[in-house]
C-alpha cells in the first residue's frame, strides 16, 4: 500500500440500507485530486471505548483506504484494485 495519511474533503456520501444504516463517502479531495467511488465497504477496529471507522473505497482501479476518527477523514493510502 502506497502510504499517504493526509487529510481530505468528503464531497459527497451514499447510504446502505441492510441489516445496519450505513453512511460511505462517495467523494473526496485532496489536494487537486478529486475521486469518485463505485463500490466500497466499510470496517471498526476498537481500542478499548474508542472506535475507528475504516472504508476501502475503488473507484474501479484503485483502492483508496480511509479512516474517520474524531469527525476526521484522512486517506491513509491507495493500492492499484
Request: charged share 25%.
Amino acid at each position: 500500500m502506497n502510504s499517504i495519511n493526509e487529510i481530505v474533503n468528503v464531497n459527497a456520501f451514499y447510504f446502505l440500507k441492510g441489516r445496519q444504516f450505513r453512511m460511505l463517502p462517495k467523494q473526496i479531495e485532496f489536494g487537486n485530486t478529486r475521486c469518485t467511488f463505485e463500490d466500497g465497504f466499510q470496517y471498526l477496529v476498537r481500542k478499548g471505548q474508542h472506535v475507528i471507522k475504516l472504508f476501502d473505497m475503488t473507484d474501479g482501479r484503485t483502492i483508496y483506504r480511509l479512516r474517520l476518527e474524531n469527525d476526521s477523514w484522512t486517506l491513509v493510502g491507495t493500492r492499484p484494485a
